[in-house]
Nanobody, 123 residues
Framework: QVQLVESGGGLVQPGGSLRLSCAAS????????MGWYRQAPGKQRELVAD???????HYGDSVKGRFTISRDNAKNTVYLQMNSLQPEDTAVYYC?????????????????WGQGTQVTVSS
């Protein structure tokens, strides 16, 4: 069983910044990729960004150029630096990951969705 603990959310004004952290622990033998996802009220969960163990990154179109994902493989931790935040970035942010490239292709996550961390962008 894999535990995922997200932190770093909060209330920020438009144009502000936040840094999210997520640590994975438990029965993890290997991690191919980890990523951040978000879900706004009334909307489906969507990919924000993900990063492979080799450092290859992928971003959702709405956050390109504003968000940066990074990862500490030794700590099984993934970070999300969010700059130039806008009200439409308001959502609960979750992290999760994949144990292999095959699981990545199948969208089979290794962890259960936790409570996430709330990000609210408002003046």
């Amino acid at each position: 069983q894999v535990q995922l603990v997200e932190s770093g959310g909060g209330l920020v004004q438009p144009g502000g910044s936040l840094r999210l952290s997520c640590a994975a622990s438990g029965s993890i033998f290997s991690i191919y990729a980890m990523g951040w996802y978000r879900q706004a009220p009334g909307k489906q969960r969507e990919l924000v960004a993900d990063i492979t163990s080799g450092g290859k990154t992928h971003y959702g179109d709405s956050v390109k150029g504003r968000f940066t994902i990074s990862r500490d493989n030794a700590k099984n931790t993934v970070y999300l630096q969010m700059n130039s935040l806008q009200p439409e970035d308001t959502a609960v942010y979750y992290c999760n990951g994949y144990t292999s490239f095959l699981e990545y292709l199948r969208s089979t996550f290794f962890g259960s969705w936790g409570q996430g961390t709330q990000v609210t962008v408002s003046s």
